[in-house]
């Protein structure tokens, strides 16, 4: 029997077709949105890791003491790591407070794993600059150039509600609190002598024992595995973990080498800390305090404008932005020109964070920018470990080895055809390539020939958009 022609085909939609089609779109133009606006998890990622990994500067101890304002990185003896802050890890309480860890993944001082010691709070007696005693209580600032909050090492008893998340053992923040939560003090490592050395200096890059004053509990870090945005890193907590060899403390007391103030047993290396501080004094000067402040956010302010408008690439036209905003074409920008450009490129600064801008730049101190101090506060100079990955990235495209890359050193390297103009017909293979060679030729000049002096110019400008240097070099191996 005929049952006559089939009653759907392939192209027939069934179901909740056109709703399932208008939430697909809801979520591309939501995603798209968030993109625009930065709010990916992968933009606030990114965020917290070139705030978190930017450079920072270390105290150089003259006399190998330490001292209150010195800024030092905080040494693990069991993990191997240094003190760091994640301030994506935000404790659950009630008082503003994010995750301490001990971490091996960066090598150099950085603003996360750099801290200030300061007098405790109400200690009008000690002053910056004073040197730290043993047994001396003292306050771990975060770093100025991590964040503006008055973040300090802090520790609450132990309690149901309170504990470190892995290990259950006594909680150590980076806290808002100002408290007595909030002050530590540094012991002498061996505990049958630790009571002689009380009021001593504290020496650098030595082992000591950091003790919490509230509770007598020791810092404490152990290969207890922390997972964050960085990677595998250990706890952190207070717990005074002690050996478990006994000693003759009955009969060290009777002969007067021991009393109740000596420790009967001594602590565990996962107690061992050191205060790490400079090994040159040009270490130093990468130091940010809080007077800075108002300098470095009035220049991230104007570099995130450049690189907003035009990407990473943003900083590499800094001639163009010079141009644009020297008036009268003299080579020199003036301070009211100066502002004019901040305002014209929408720069929102206000009077005195534009003085603050302009003074700052301007190095010789004539009222007057010229071109090189402009691109100089702006971009700067690549460090050596950058510079040899640059130079590196120049040598595998300059096939030739005759110093400089054409349009022939292109070919096999950088594939036009991908290009969507090219599929669309628009443009030939050799006008791709000239495009983009000319991406990284000085402005002004563009002759087919990119010189190992332009290549250097280009990647400076893309170097100060990129604060730490683990994150320039995968970016580096990534593109070539």
Not at 191 to 198: I, K, L, M
Not at 320 to 333: A, E, K, T, Y
Not at 365 to 377: P, T
Request: charged share 30%; hydrophobic share 35%.
């Amino acid at each position: 029997m005929d049952e006559g022609p089939s009653r759907y085909s392939s192209k027939t939609k069934i179901g909740n077709w056109n709703e399932e089609l208008h939430l697909k779109e809801e979520r591309i133009r939501k995603y798209l949105e968030k993109k625009a606006k930065g709010e990916l998890m992968i933009n606030k990622i990114h965020r917290n890791m070139q705030g978190s990994l930017k450079p920072s500067g270390l105290t150089y101890s003259k006399d190998g003491n330490v001292r209150y304002g010195d800024y030092v990185m905080l040494y693990s003896v069991k993990t191997e790591g240094v003190l760091s802050v994640d301030l994506t890890d935000r404790d659950a309480g009630n008082i503003e407070a994010y995750a301490v860890t001990t971490s091996t993944l960066t090598k150099g001082p950085v603003a996360r794993n750099v801290f200030v010691i300061t007098p405790a709070r109400g200690d009008r007696k000690t002053k910056i600059g004073d040197v730290l005693r043993f047994n001396q209580s003292f306050c771990l600032k975060a770093n100025p150039l991590l964040t503006k909050l008055n973040l300090s090492l802090t520790s609450m008893p132990l309690s149901p509600m309170q504990f470190s998340k892995i290990s259950k053992k006594q909680l150590v923040l980076m806290s808002i609190d100002k408290s007595a939560d909030t002050l530590f003090k540094a012991r002498y490592r061996d505990s049958a002598t630790r009571f002689e050395f009380d009021g001593e200096p504290v020496p650098c890059n030595a082992e000591i024992v950091i003790q919490h004053n509230r509770t007598g509990k020791c810092l404490f870090s152990d290969k207890i595995n922390y997972h964050n945005d960085f990677g595998t890193e250990f706890e952190v907590a207070c717990e005074t973990q002690t050996t478990t060899k006994r000693k003759q403390v009955l009969v060290h007391e009777k002969t007067g080498k021991l009393t109740g103030d000596n420790a009967a047993k001594s602590e565990t290396s996962g107690n061992y800390f050191a205060f790490l501080t400079a090994s040159d004094p040009s270490m130093e000067s990468a130091i940010v305090r809080n007077d800075d402040h108002p300098l470095i956010e009035a220049l991230e302010i104007l570099k995130s404008k450049l690189i907003k408008r035009s990407g990473l690439r943003g900083l590499t036209s800094i001639a163009r932005v010079f141009r644009i905003m020297n008036d009268n074409f003299d080579g020199f920008l003036s301070s009211q020109e100066f502002s004019k450009g901040l305002k014209d490129m929408g720069v929102d600064l206000n009077q005195n964070e534009q003085k603050i801008l302009f003074n700052a730049f301007d190095k010789d101190g004539n009222g007057k920018l010229s071109y090189n101090e402009f691109v100089q506060a702006l971009i700067g100079k690549a460090n050596e470990r950058r510079l040899v990955l640059i130079d590196k990235a120049f040598s595998l495209m300059d096939k030739t080895g005759d110093g400089k890359i054409t349009v022939d050193d292109l070919k096999g390297v950088y594939v036009p055809e991908s290009d969507p103009e090219t599929l669309d017909g628009k443009k030939n293979k050799f006008q791709v390539l000239s495009e983009f060679l000319g991406h990284f030729e000085a402005s002004g000049k563009k002759d087919g020939v990119v010189t190992l002096e332009e290549w250097r110019d280009y990647y400076n400008g893309i170097s100060a958009s990129i604060d730490s240097d683990e994150y320039f070099e995968l970016m580096m191996k990534r593109a070539w």
